[in-house]
């Protein structure tokens, strides 16, 4: 009989078992992939680490958690500068002086700011949804080239249709900055993350190709408690309705090539392009292999967002008013669960980075454990 049986290892699952083993409890990993870590897992292809699962690029402003995953992983200085491509014309995200210089030929920061002012004016009031927060942040010009398209094919819904919040993640600055991310600390786990999640999992048994749904009583019984990180409304035979969820799909390509674009993520902000975004896995080590040596080839991976659908990967919960609402029943549910702990992505239906993640867990673990 274990202490507690984490069903999922990814970031939640990996850092709750770690916090439970360093207390003494006895603990089973199980994962229904034939891997660890999740989403974030990677593998090194051709001698680069490929994210397999989507870019991941590690951003926190919680000290705590940045000094936390340095016990297991050296972090490199990767810094988050997508492009946006719309229709062949480049610019710099997040939004700033270089993306206003280009859209509009604005020179300086007050320039910039009376153009967006100016265009703004068309909200008035509290923003209502997506399309009037992105206005009535930088004006229709960038919204209608750089945010409508690419957030309609991310999220397969009108940008009339999606809460306000989900733009609020972008910075909009009057600076020459391009780091995507308002973060204190960023980085990437030299070598990748799945060594990482690795030593977050030592000395730690994990069983993976386990479905834990698919023999759940015979799990139940080996375990006091579950820490089940997978979706809710699986959990629960999707009895209230299924939530919804945005999928990923990669195509994956290894070009005889040494550089294909030039940068970590090109967004393709057009509603024409059917992908949203191409990342070139070797940039987010700078092009070099493990030993420091270039690498003469590289691989590409194209992300089209679809609408999931069972037997996919969910990766994004969509939340919406109608799914908040369905979300809230099942944690009804699942707060009657005593012996069992719902977290992560999934088990919360959340929108969460993975620095959110590990604060959750380590939270969790806290309170759980002590
Ligand atoms: N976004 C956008 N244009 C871009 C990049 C992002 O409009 O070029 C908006 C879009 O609404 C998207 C949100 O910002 O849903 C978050 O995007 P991001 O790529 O940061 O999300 P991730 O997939 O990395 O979690």
Not at 117 to 141: C, F, H, K, M, Y
Not at 261 to 287: C, L, M, S
């Amino acid at each position: 009989m274990y202490d507690y049986l984490v069903v999922g290892a990814g970031l939640y699952g990996a850092v709750f078992a770690h916090e439970a083993k360093q207390r003494g409890k006895s603990v089973l990993v199980i994962d229904r992939r034939p891997n660890i870590a999740g989403n974030v897992y990677t593998e090194r292809v051709e001698g680069i680490v490929f994210h397999k699962y989507g870019a991941h690029i590690f951003h926190t402003n919680n000290t705590q958690v940045w000094e936390y995953v340095q016990r297991f992983a050296t972090f490199n200085r990767f810094t988050n500068s997508p492009v946006a491509n719309y229709k062949g014309e480049l610019y710099s995200l997040p939004f700033n002086m270089y993306t206003f210089n280009k859209m509009w030929g604005v020179v300086t920061p007050d320039e910039a700011q009376a153009k967006t002012d100016e265009q703004r004016a068309e909200i008035t009031g509290e923003p209502q949804n997506l399309e009037e927060q992105a206005i009535s942040l930088v004006g229709r010009d960038i919204y209608e080239k750089l945010i409508k398209g690419y957030t309609e094919k991310q999220w397969g819904r009108d940008c009339k249709e999606l809460p306000a919040f989900i733009i609020k993640r972008l910075p909009v600055r009057l600076t020459f900055d391009n780091n995507y991310f308002n973060a204190l600390y960023q980085g990437i786990p030299v070598g990748g993350y799945t060594k990482m999640v690795g030593r977050m999992l030592e000395g730690i048994e994990v069983r993976l190709g386990e479905d834990y749904l698919k023999k759940k009583a015979e799990y139940d019984a080996m375990a006091e408690k579950v820490v089940y990180t997978g979706a809710i409304d699986a959990y629960f035979g999707y009895r209230l309705g299924p939530l919804e969820y945005r999928s990923v799909r990669f195509e994956n390509e290894i070009l005889d090539t040494p550089n294909f674009q030039g940068n970590a993520a090109v967004n393709y902000t057009d509603r024409e392009t059917p992908w949203t975004r191409i990342i070139e896995h070797k940039w987010f080590e700078f092009g070099k292999g493990e030993n420091g040596e270039d690498l003469p080839k590289t691989i590409i991976s194209r992300e089209y967002s679809s609408e999931w659908k069972p037997g996919d990967e969910p990766y994004y919960p969509v939340n919406d008013e109608k799914n908040g609402a369905l979300y809230q029943q099942y944690k009804a549910l699942a707060e009657q669960e005593t012996n069992v702990i719902f977290g992560g992505r999934l088990g919360e239906y959340k929108y969460y980075d993975m620095d959110a993640v590990i604060a959750a867990a380590l939270e969790r673990a806290e309170r759980e454990l002590g």
